[in-house]
T-cell receptor, first 111, second 112 residues
């Protein structure tokens, strides 16, 4: 079963705008991760946020985590055409050795 | 992706034939995983390994087996390929459970 569910499933924005993607999950977690996948490629790890963290930054990426609501958001600021990709959240279901991925969200950034 | 090689990159095979996909890593990561990616389903875990000769099933393991005889290599075998196993297969590795995955470039398998 899918642990994380991304929302919206697709988002189209203009270059320079911010993009926000949300992820909801069902069980307790030790950490939550976000990945990007360009068309025809493997997934690339973007950021990991631990359950005791509320916010984390990496370059133009900002991730928040609300464990009380079992949700996370990924914000990409000042988007670029190169950010066009699918984005996935993944959770470890309370420290499991394996990650469970959501179905992904497609972001299109128009030049 | 640096350090992880999947082979072959593309394969077409006939129903009923056995197929083996290979994942090779130079990262010395303890954990290795096989996922399949299908439209509408995202990534689903087939099998994973937490050490040499230590493997466990994922959510879609039926019809698949794996072997890990050394740290670097994790093999996925489709015992008798079916059309429902047409998919893109990704290998991933990681150093430990508090790390992110590093993914290979994928193998596109078509069963006709």
């Amino acid at each position: 079963s899918q642990q994380g569910e991304e929302d919206p499933q697709a988002l189209s924005i203009q270059e320079g705008e911010n993009a926000t993607m949300n992820c909801s999950y069902k069980t307790s977690i030790n950490n939550l991760q976000w990945y990007r996948q360009n068309s025809g490629r493997g997934l690339v790890h973007l950021i990991l946020i631990r359950s005791n963290e509320r916010e984390k930054h990496s370059g133009r990426l900002r991730v928040t985590l609300d464990t009380s609501k079992k949700s996370s958001s990924l914000l990409i600021t000042a988007s670029r055409a190169a950010d066009t990709a699918s984005y996935f959240c993944a959770t470890d279901q309370g420290g499991s050795e394996k990650l469970v991925f959501g179905k992904g969200m497609k972001l299109t950034v128009n030049p | 992706d640096a350090g992880i090689t999947q082979s072959p990159r593309h394969k077409v095979t006939e129903t009923g034939t056995p197929v083996t996909l290979r994942c090779h890593q130079t990262e010395n990561h303890r954990y290795m995983y096989w996922y399949r990616q299908d439209p509408g389903h995202g990534l689903r875990l087939i099998h994973y390994s937490y050490g040499v000769k230590d493997t466990d099933k994922g959510e879609v393991s039926d019809g698949y087996s794996v072997s890990r005889s050394k740290t670097e290599d994790f093999l996925l075998t489709l015992e008798s390929a079916t059309s429902s196993q047409t998919s893109v297969y990704f290998c991933a590795t990681r150093q430990g459970i508090n790390y992110g995955y590093t993914f290979g470039s994928g193998t596109r398998l078509t069963v006709v």
